[in-house]
Protein backbone atom coordinates (compact mmCIF):
# COMPACT_ATOMS: atom_id res chain seq x y z
CA UNK A 1 0.00 0.00 0.00
CA UNK A 2 1.56 3.16 -0.83
CA UNK A 3 1.88 5.98 2.07
CA UNK A 4 0.89 9.29 -0.35
CA UNK A 5 -1.74 11.22 2.17
CA UNK A 6 -0.12 13.53 4.50
CA UNK A 7 -1.86 14.66 8.11
CA UNK A 8 -1.49 18.00 9.20
CA UNK A 9 -2.35 19.10 12.58
CA UNK A 10 -2.51 22.73 13.40
CA UNK A 11 -2.99 23.41 17.02
CA UNK A 12 -4.32 26.67 18.66
CA UNK A 13 -4.61 28.04 21.71
CA UNK A 14 -7.99 26.26 22.05
CA UNK A 15 -8.82 23.88 19.02
CA UNK A 16 -7.15 21.37 16.90
CA UNK A 17 -7.46 21.62 13.04
CA UNK A 18 -6.38 18.87 11.32
CA UNK A 19 -7.10 17.95 7.69
CA UNK A 20 -5.68 14.22 5.70
CA UNK A 21 -4.56 15.78 1.83
CA UNK A 22 -3.61 13.29 -0.95
CA UNK A 23 -0.80 14.44 -3.28
CA UNK A 24 -2.91 16.94 -5.44
CA UNK A 25 -3.96 18.00 -2.46
CA UNK A 26 -7.70 16.60 -2.44
CA UNK A 27 -8.82 16.44 1.25
CA UNK A 28 -9.83 13.47 2.20
CA UNK A 29 -10.26 14.03 5.91
CA UNK A 30 -11.06 17.54 7.57
CA UNK A 31 -12.33 18.48 11.03
CA UNK A 32 -11.85 20.50 14.30
CA UNK A 33 -12.11 19.93 18.15
CA UNK A 34 -12.61 23.21 20.05
CA UNK A 35 -13.06 24.25 23.70
CA UNK A 36 -9.77 22.74 24.69
CA UNK A 37 -9.11 24.88 27.57
CA UNK A 38 -7.49 21.93 30.15
CA UNK A 39 -4.04 20.88 30.55
CA UNK A 40 -3.87 17.75 28.08
CA UNK A 41 -6.80 18.51 25.87
CA UNK A 42 -5.20 18.83 22.94
CA UNK A 43 -3.56 15.32 23.36
CA UNK A 44 -7.09 14.20 23.72
CA UNK A 45 -8.53 15.42 20.62
CA UNK A 46 -5.99 13.17 18.42
CA UNK A 47 -8.60 10.52 19.82
CA UNK A 48 -10.91 12.46 17.72
CA UNK A 49 -8.65 12.76 15.04
CA UNK A 50 -8.06 8.66 14.94
CA UNK A 51 -11.39 8.10 14.85
CA UNK A 52 -12.09 10.44 11.91
CA UNK A 53 -9.54 8.82 9.93
CA UNK A 54 -10.19 5.18 10.73
CA UNK A 55 -13.61 5.98 9.59
CA UNK A 56 -12.64 7.69 6.30
CA UNK A 57 -10.27 4.50 5.65
CA UNK A 58 -7.07 6.18 6.71
CA UNK A 59 -4.72 4.33 8.96
CA UNK A 60 -0.72 4.64 9.46
CA UNK A 61 0.01 2.84 6.06
CA UNK A 62 -1.21 5.68 3.97
CA UNK A 63 0.40 8.34 5.42
CA UNK A 64 3.85 9.66 3.77
CA UNK A 65 3.90 12.26 7.15
CA UNK A 66 2.25 14.29 9.81
CA UNK A 67 3.01 18.20 9.42
CA UNK A 68 2.41 20.00 12.65
CA UNK A 69 1.84 24.17 12.25
CA UNK A 70 4.34 25.53 15.09
CA UNK A 71 3.99 29.32 16.01
CA UNK A 72 6.67 30.26 16.79
CA UNK A 73 10.37 28.75 16.42
CA UNK A 74 12.58 31.14 18.04
CA UNK A 75 16.13 31.68 16.89
CA UNK A 76 16.93 27.97 16.03
CA UNK A 77 13.94 26.96 13.92
CA UNK A 78 13.99 28.69 10.91
CA UNK A 79 12.90 26.54 7.95
CA UNK A 80 10.23 23.29 8.13
CA UNK A 81 12.48 20.61 10.16
CA UNK A 82 11.88 16.35 10.43
CA UNK A 83 10.91 16.76 14.64
CA UNK A 84 13.60 15.06 16.73
CA UNK A 85 14.62 15.76 20.20
CA UNK A 86 16.69 19.08 19.10
CA UNK A 87 13.49 20.48 17.23
CA UNK A 88 11.18 19.81 20.24
CA UNK A 89 13.67 21.29 22.46
CA UNK A 90 13.57 24.48 20.43
CA UNK A 91 9.91 24.53 20.30
CA UNK A 92 10.07 24.53 24.20
CA UNK A 93 12.64 27.12 24.42
CA UNK A 94 10.39 29.44 22.51
CA UNK A 95 7.20 29.05 24.62
CA UNK A 96 7.61 32.09 26.22
CA UNK A 97 7.52 34.08 22.83
CA UNK A 98 4.26 32.53 22.07
CA UNK A 99 2.99 31.53 25.75
CA UNK A 100 -0.88 30.55 24.32
CA UNK A 101 0.18 28.55 21.05
CA UNK A 102 3.45 26.35 21.79
CA UNK A 103 2.09 24.75 24.31
CA UNK A 104 -0.77 23.12 22.72
CA UNK A 105 1.22 22.66 19.80
CA UNK A 106 3.87 20.88 21.79
CA UNK A 107 0.96 18.78 23.03
CA UNK A 108 -0.60 17.97 20.07
CA UNK A 109 3.22 17.51 18.68
CA UNK A 110 4.01 14.77 21.52
CA UNK A 111 0.70 12.92 21.35
CA UNK A 112 0.95 12.54 17.49
CA UNK A 113 4.46 10.90 17.33
CA UNK A 114 3.38 8.82 20.33
CA UNK A 115 0.22 7.96 18.70
CA UNK A 116 2.26 7.26 14.86
CA UNK A 117 5.81 6.60 15.70
CA UNK A 118 6.67 4.97 12.39
CA UNK A 119 5.70 8.12 10.22
CA UNK A 120 8.04 11.08 10.06
CA UNK A 121 6.89 13.80 11.78
CA UNK A 122 7.88 17.56 10.01
CA UNK A 123 7.57 21.29 11.87
CA UNK A 124 6.39 24.14 9.86
CA UNK A 125 7.05 27.09 12.08
CA UNK A 126 5.01 30.30 11.39
CA UNK A 127 7.69 32.71 12.02
CA UNK A 128 9.93 30.82 9.65
CA UNK A 129 8.75 33.21 6.19
CA UNK A 130 10.15 36.10 7.93
CA UNK A 131 13.74 35.13 9.15
CA UNK A 132 14.94 36.65 6.99
CA UNK A 133 13.78 40.51 6.87
CA UNK A 134 16.11 43.00 6.42
CA UNK A 135 17.91 43.97 9.30
CA UNK A 136 16.30 47.39 9.58
CA UNK A 137 12.88 45.87 9.84
CA UNK A 138 13.94 42.82 12.36
CA UNK A 139 16.39 45.00 14.71
CA UNK A 140 14.94 46.68 17.80
CA UNK A 141 16.70 50.21 18.73
CA UNK A 142 17.28 48.56 22.25
CA UNK A 143 21.21 48.17 24.09
CA UNK A 144 22.30 45.96 21.75
CA UNK A 145 24.15 44.06 24.28
CA UNK A 146 20.95 43.17 26.10
CA UNK A 147 19.02 42.37 22.61
CA UNK A 148 21.73 39.83 21.87
CA UNK A 149 22.13 38.39 25.26
CA UNK A 150 17.73 38.01 25.41
CA UNK A 151 17.92 36.92 21.72
CA UNK A 152 15.10 39.81 20.83
CA UNK A 153 15.07 40.62 17.25
CA UNK A 154 11.58 40.87 15.15
CA UNK A 155 10.41 37.34 14.37
CA UNK A 156 6.55 38.03 13.24
CA UNK A 157 4.64 35.21 12.75
CA UNK A 158 1.32 33.97 10.48
CA UNK A 159 4.37 33.67 7.91
CA UNK A 160 2.78 30.33 6.33
CA UNK A 161 -0.59 32.41 5.58
CA UNK A 162 1.55 35.60 4.41
CA UNK A 163 3.86 33.59 2.13
CA UNK A 164 0.68 31.23 0.57
CA UNK A 165 -1.58 34.20 -0.49
CA UNK A 166 1.54 36.07 -1.70
CA UNK A 167 1.90 33.09 -3.93
CA UNK A 168 -1.77 32.93 -4.93
CA UNK A 169 -2.02 37.02 -5.55
CA UNK A 170 1.00 36.25 -8.02
CA UNK A 171 -1.07 33.42 -10.11
CA UNK A 172 -4.13 35.90 -9.93
CA UNK A 173 -2.44 38.23 -11.54
CA UNK A 174 0.32 36.52 -13.84
CA UNK A 175 3.11 38.58 -11.79
CA UNK A 176 5.91 37.31 -9.74
CA UNK A 177 7.32 40.48 -9.34
CA UNK A 178 4.81 42.11 -7.07
CA UNK A 179 4.90 44.48 -4.67
CA UNK A 180 2.28 43.44 -1.81
CA UNK A 181 0.52 44.28 1.32
CA UNK A 182 -0.88 41.39 2.80
CA UNK A 183 -3.69 41.39 5.34
CA UNK A 184 -4.15 38.26 7.85
CA UNK A 185 -6.91 39.79 9.51
CA UNK A 186 -8.57 37.23 12.15
CA UNK A 187 -8.72 36.55 15.86
CA UNK A 188 -5.10 37.02 15.20
CA UNK A 189 -3.94 39.73 12.79
CA UNK A 190 -1.10 41.08 11.05
CA UNK A 191 0.48 42.69 8.02
CA UNK A 192 3.09 42.32 5.82
CA UNK A 193 5.24 43.78 2.93
CA UNK A 194 6.26 41.72 0.88
CA UNK A 195 8.13 42.13 -2.45
CA UNK A 196 8.60 39.45 -5.47
CA UNK A 197 8.09 37.05 -2.50
CA UNK A 198 10.42 38.32 -0.17
CA UNK A 199 9.55 39.77 3.18
CA UNK A 200 10.50 43.47 3.47
CA UNK A 201 8.75 44.04 7.10
CA UNK A 202 5.88 42.41 9.38
CA UNK A 203 3.75 43.61 11.97
CA UNK A 204 4.51 41.06 15.09
CA UNK A 205 7.36 41.31 16.95
CA UNK A 206 9.20 39.36 18.98
CA UNK A 207 6.01 37.73 19.95
CA UNK A 208 2.44 37.97 18.66
CA UNK A 209 1.47 40.36 20.52
CA UNK A 210 2.66 43.48 18.56
CA UNK A 211 0.75 45.43 15.16
CA UNK A 212 -2.52 45.18 14.16
CA UNK A 213 -5.67 45.07 16.60
CA UNK A 214 -6.54 41.76 17.45
CA UNK A 215 -9.84 39.67 19.67
CA UNK A 216 -8.02 39.67 23.00
CA UNK A 217 -4.55 41.29 22.08
CA UNK A 218 -3.83 45.03 21.89
CA UNK A 219 -1.40 44.79 19.01
CA UNK A 220 1.06 48.34 19.19
CA UNK A 221 1.49 50.02 22.45
CA UNK A 222 4.19 52.82 23.75
CA UNK A 223 5.86 50.61 26.17
CA UNK A 224 5.79 52.71 28.62
CA UNK A 225 2.38 52.04 29.79
CA UNK A 226 3.72 48.22 30.86
CA UNK A 227 5.88 50.42 33.11
CA UNK A 228 3.34 52.53 33.95
CA UNK A 229 1.41 49.40 35.06
CA UNK A 230 4.13 47.68 37.18
CA UNK A 231 4.95 51.32 38.91
CA UNK A 232 1.52 52.97 39.62
CA UNK A 233 -0.79 49.63 39.58
CA UNK A 234 1.21 46.91 41.38
CA UNK A 235 1.45 44.99 37.71
CA UNK A 236 3.71 42.02 37.69
CA UNK A 237 4.80 40.28 35.12
CA UNK A 238 1.98 37.49 35.29
CA UNK A 239 -0.78 40.40 35.49
CA UNK A 240 1.04 41.77 32.70
CA UNK A 241 1.27 38.61 30.32
CA UNK A 242 -2.58 37.95 31.30
CA UNK A 243 -3.23 41.48 30.62
CA UNK A 244 -1.77 41.56 27.02
CA UNK A 245 -2.95 38.16 25.82
CA UNK A 246 -6.81 37.52 27.27
CA UNK A 247 -7.82 41.27 28.16
CA UNK A 248 -7.22 43.40 25.53
CA UNK A 249 -7.75 44.34 21.63
CA UNK A 250 -11.63 44.32 21.28
CA UNK A 251 -12.62 42.25 23.99
CA UNK A 252 -10.50 44.88 26.32
CA UNK A 253 -12.61 47.76 24.60
CA UNK A 254 -16.02 46.03 24.56
CA UNK A 255 -16.67 43.21 26.18
CA UNK A 256 -16.35 40.58 22.83
CA UNK A 257 -13.72 38.97 21.40
CA UNK A 258 -15.27 38.22 18.01
CA UNK A 259 -15.38 39.97 15.48
CA UNK A 260 -18.68 39.10 14.51
CA UNK A 261 -20.21 40.33 18.02
CA UNK A 262 -18.23 43.34 17.60
CA UNK A 263 -20.03 43.95 13.88
CA UNK A 264 -23.60 43.13 15.41
CA UNK A 265 -22.30 45.77 18.34
CA UNK A 266 -21.83 48.41 15.85
CA UNK A 267 -25.16 47.77 14.37
CA UNK A 268 -27.17 48.19 17.27
CA UNK A 269 -26.02 51.45 18.11
CA UNK A 270 -22.72 50.32 20.63
CA UNK A 271 -20.62 53.25 21.50
CA UNK A 272 -17.95 50.69 22.86
CA UNK A 273 -18.20 48.79 20.19
CA UNK A 274 -17.89 51.96 17.44
CA UNK A 275 -15.40 53.06 18.78
CA UNK A 276 -13.23 49.44 19.22
CA UNK A 277 -14.48 49.61 15.59
CA UNK A 278 -12.93 52.47 14.62
CA UNK A 279 -9.47 51.89 16.46
CA UNK A 280 -9.37 48.58 14.88
CA UNK A 281 -9.63 49.93 11.42
CA UNK A 282 -7.58 52.89 11.83
CA UNK A 283 -4.54 50.33 12.96
CA UNK A 284 -5.19 48.66 9.39
CA UNK A 285 -5.12 51.84 7.23
CA UNK A 286 -1.93 53.06 8.73
CA UNK A 287 -0.15 49.47 8.46
CA UNK A 288 -1.07 49.94 4.50
CA UNK A 289 0.05 53.19 4.24
CA UNK A 290 3.21 52.81 6.13
CA UNK A 291 3.91 49.59 4.05
CA UNK A 292 3.44 51.44 0.47
CA UNK A 293 5.88 53.15 1.66
CA UNK A 294 8.15 50.68 2.88
CA UNK A 295 7.81 49.16 -0.39
CA UNK A 296 8.29 52.37 -2.83
CA UNK A 297 4.59 52.01 -3.93
CA UNK A 298 2.57 49.09 -3.42
CA UNK A 299 0.77 47.08 -6.72
CA UNK A 300 -1.66 45.34 -4.53
CA UNK A 301 -3.50 44.87 -1.34
CA UNK A 302 -4.34 41.22 -0.24
CA UNK A 303 -6.92 40.36 2.29
CA UNK A 304 -6.82 37.42 3.91
CA UNK A 305 -8.08 35.11 7.00
CA UNK A 306 -11.64 34.72 8.67
CA UNK A 307 -12.44 38.64 8.74
CA UNK A 308 -10.50 39.48 6.10
CA UNK A 309 -12.20 37.06 3.70
CA UNK A 310 -15.85 37.16 4.87
CA UNK A 311 -16.47 40.79 6.25
CA UNK A 312 -16.56 43.31 3.24
CA UNK A 313 -17.60 45.95 5.59
CA UNK A 314 -14.40 45.94 7.56
CA UNK A 315 -12.12 45.39 4.47
CA UNK A 316 -14.45 48.53 2.95
CA UNK A 317 -13.75 50.94 6.22
CA UNK A 318 -10.28 50.18 6.71
CA UNK A 319 -9.43 50.50 3.63
CA UNK A 320 -11.60 53.38 3.13
CA UNK A 321 -9.36 57.01 2.32
CA UNK A 322 -7.01 55.58 0.96
CA UNK A 323 -7.74 56.37 -2.78
CA UNK A 324 -4.70 59.01 -2.92
CA UNK A 325 -2.59 55.91 -2.69
CA UNK A 326 -4.63 54.26 -5.51
CA UNK A 327 -6.42 52.15 -3.28
CA UNK A 328 -9.89 52.03 -4.92
CA UNK A 329 -12.41 49.26 -3.70
CA UNK A 330 -15.95 48.69 -5.84
CA UNK A 331 -18.49 48.52 -3.63
CA UNK A 332 -20.67 45.77 -5.94
CA UNK A 333 -17.75 43.65 -6.21
CA UNK A 334 -16.63 44.21 -2.08
CA UNK A 335 -20.16 43.02 -0.93
CA UNK A 336 -20.98 39.75 -3.54
CA UNK A 337 -21.43 37.03 -2.08
CA UNK A 338 -18.00 35.25 -3.41
CA UNK A 339 -15.65 32.50 -2.63
CA UNK A 340 -11.99 31.87 -4.25
CA UNK A 341 -9.48 34.23 -4.79
CA UNK A 342 -10.87 37.50 -6.66
CA UNK A 343 -10.74 41.28 -7.23
CA UNK A 344 -12.66 43.98 -5.58
CA UNK A 345 -10.67 47.05 -6.49
CA UNK A 346 -12.49 48.89 -9.40
CA UNK A 347 -10.39 48.17 -12.97
CA UNK A 348 -8.69 51.17 -13.21
CA UNK A 349 -7.79 51.32 -9.35
CA UNK A 350 -3.84 51.75 -9.55
CA UNK A 351 -3.28 49.39 -6.60
CA UNK A 352 -5.39 46.12 -6.80
CA UNK A 353 -7.69 45.12 -3.80
CA UNK A 354 -7.67 40.95 -3.69
CA UNK A 355 -9.49 38.80 -1.35
CA UNK A 356 -7.57 35.70 -1.41
CA UNK A 357 -8.64 32.49 0.87
CA UNK A 358 -6.15 31.36 2.64
CA UNK A 359 -4.93 27.14 3.55
CA UNK A 360 -2.27 27.18 5.80
CA UNK A 361 -2.99 22.87 6.06
CA UNK A 362 -2.29 22.63 2.23
CA UNK A 363 1.07 25.06 2.51
CA UNK A 364 1.98 23.07 5.78
CA UNK A 365 1.20 19.41 3.63
CA UNK A 366 3.28 20.67 0.64
CA UNK A 367 6.26 21.71 2.77
CA UNK A 368 5.98 18.39 4.56
CA UNK A 369 6.09 16.47 1.48
CA UNK A 370 8.97 18.87 -0.09
CA UNK A 371 10.96 18.24 3.40
CA UNK A 372 10.51 14.54 2.92
CA UNK A 373 11.34 14.07 -0.75
CA UNK A 374 14.41 15.91 0.02
CA UNK A 375 13.76 19.38 -1.90
CA UNK A 376 13.63 22.92 -0.54
CA UNK A 377 10.46 22.45 1.82
Not at 190 to 212: F, V
Not at 250 to 279: E, N, P, Y
Request: glycine share 10%; aromatic share 4%; proline share 4%.
Amino acid sequence: MDADQVLVLNAGSSSLKYQVLAVDATVTVRGQVDRLTQEGDHARALDRVTADLRAAGVDDAHLAGVGHRIVHGGPALTRPARVDADVIAAVEQAVHLAPLHNPPALAALRAATDWLPDVPHVVVVDTGFFADLPPAASTYALDSAVAARAGIRRYGAHGISHQYVAARAAEHLGRDDLRLVTLHLGNGASAAAIDSGRPLDTSMGLTPLEGLVMGTRAGDLDPGILVHLARHEGFGTDDLEDLLHHRSGILGLTGHSDFRDLQAGVDAGDDACRLAWDVCCHRIRRYVGAYHAVLGGADAVVLTAGVGENSHRLRRDALAGLERLGVVIDPARNEADATGTRTISTDDSPVAVLVVPTDEERAIAAATRALLAGGPA
